[in-house]
């Protein structure tokens, strides 16, 4: 397993795959078993690493994870064989805002593919959370640069930047969820609904 896991740390620094940092896998991985998480829903496989490891953390976990590159998703499906956890994580070939999964409820929804389209995952998947559940959103400080904009130095980087800024006044306003922010690895919210008076691990 963790040999498994190294190979994938080395391809994505090689390739430049971005992967969930050390710390808000950790953070995931405690609300999943504080909660005692059995279903996620991920949106952005790339190569299956951030699924491997919370997968592996807990055995009765089963993971949905969207993946719409056909590289990465190829490279996911080796890994997640490689790692021996292929009863555990299903992989779908989609893109998430095309993908079909009438009839499936999860516990946890996290949120890590096109930045641009936050909102639009958040209010397409939020009809797919079981009440009790929670949306896990990554990389809300892309890199540091929502506090620091002078930093910024093309429009594109701009333009993403400003997309993560309204999905967080729209998370803010949201009054069916409420949301807390976390300044953890490339910073992380959770979402639960008002009526989730239960939920651990989030204070
Ligand atoms: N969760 C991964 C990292 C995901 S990086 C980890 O931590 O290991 C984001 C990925 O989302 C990329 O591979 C990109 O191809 C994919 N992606 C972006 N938008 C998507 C969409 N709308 N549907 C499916 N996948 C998407
Ligand atoms: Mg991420």
Known sequence: MNECIKEMEHYAEANNVPIIEKDSIEFINKYIKLNDVKTVLEIGTAIGYSAIMMAKEKKDLEIVTIERD????????????????????EVVFNDALDANLAGYKFDLIFID?????????FDKFRYYLNDNGAIITDNLAFHGLVENKDLIESKNVQGLVNKIENYIEYLKENEEFITKFFDIGDGLSVSYKTSNENIQGIN
């Not at 056909?70 to 994580?89: G, P, S, T, V």
């Not at 593919?113 to 995952?121: D, L, N, R, T, V």
């Open 113 to 121: 593919g096109a930045k641009s389209s936050y909102i639009k995952y």
């Open 70 to 89: 056909d590289k990465r998703y190829r490279e996911a499906i080796k890994n997640i064989k490689q790692c021996e956890l292929d009863d555990q994580i």
